[in-house]
């Protein structure tokens, strides 16, 4: 796996956030049974006024957000990657040959509000950031209420089985 990370903000995490996404990333796949093992992912730790500008350009939002997900793969069924031919190039990385998963950039404004309102801490807010944006990553959404339940309880799963809870995370 090979996970580009970067932080615009230069806040420094009292945990380490690589080691997060990548276990976070690896629990998703597996979770979704993902059959590669080789992929690409690139997440970016921003502030409000950089995600409000990036909301604005690409969805015609003019509002900062906590994350936004940038998917360069196409699902017709959330989770189903037996639909990717791996002879598709846009699919995957021309040098590597890794699967690319797509883009995630997180607001540590938000992050840091969220965990506060929330009661947890700011890892834990993280972690489901990022959680919740590999799972629109790989089709999923929450646009309707049984999509909404499903994308949750997947989201708790995943965080529950690696020990990252409200109390706990």
Known sequence: ???????????????????????????????????YKDISLNVTFTDDES?????????????STDVLSFP????DVPGDFSLIKENDSSYF??????LLLGDIMISLEHAHKQA?????????????????SLLHLCGYDHMT????????????????????TRENG
């Open 1 to 35: 796996m090979t996970f580009y990370v970067e932080n615009e903000t230069g806040e420094e995490f009292s945990f380490d956030e690589k080691k997060l996404i990548e276990m976070l990333t690896d629990t998703v796949l597996k979770k979704l049974d993902c059959p």
């Open 51 to 63: 995600i409000r500008e990036i909301n604005k350009e690409f969805r015609e939002i003019d509002k």
């Open 72 to 75: 360069a793969l196409d699902f």
């Open 93 to 98: 990385d021309l040098e590597t040959g890794e």
């Open 116 to 132: 506060e309102e929330y009661g947890h801490s700011f890892r834990r807010e993280i972690a489901f950031l990022i959680t919740h």
């Open 145 to 164: 209420d049984d999509d909404r339940i499903v994308m949750e309880d997947l989201q708790n799963e995943i965080l529950n089985s690696l020990g990252i």
